[in-house]
């Protein structure tokens, strides 16, 4: 369940930001919306792991 909710939140952060990217079509704001996106998968990746400590 917990990993069915951090799918739907980075899915609804990566919507948002990819609608900002397409309507402001700057390079730079472009760069920063992909780093992001990359640390939220990241994120997503290595918290919703079953491993737990």
């Known amino acids: 369940m917990n990993r069915l909710l951090a799918l739907l939140a980075f899915a609804a952060i990566a919507v948002f930001l990819l609608i900002l990217a397409v309507e402001v079509p700057s390079i730079d704001?472009?760069?920063i919306?992909?780093?992001t996106?990359?640390?939220v998968a990241y994120d997503?990746?290595?918290s919703s792991r079953k491993d737990r400590d």
């Open 29 to 31: 704001l472009i760069i």
């Open 33 to 35: 919306v992909a780093v």
């Open 37 to 39: 996106l990359a640390f």
């Open 44 to 46: 997503f990746f290595t």
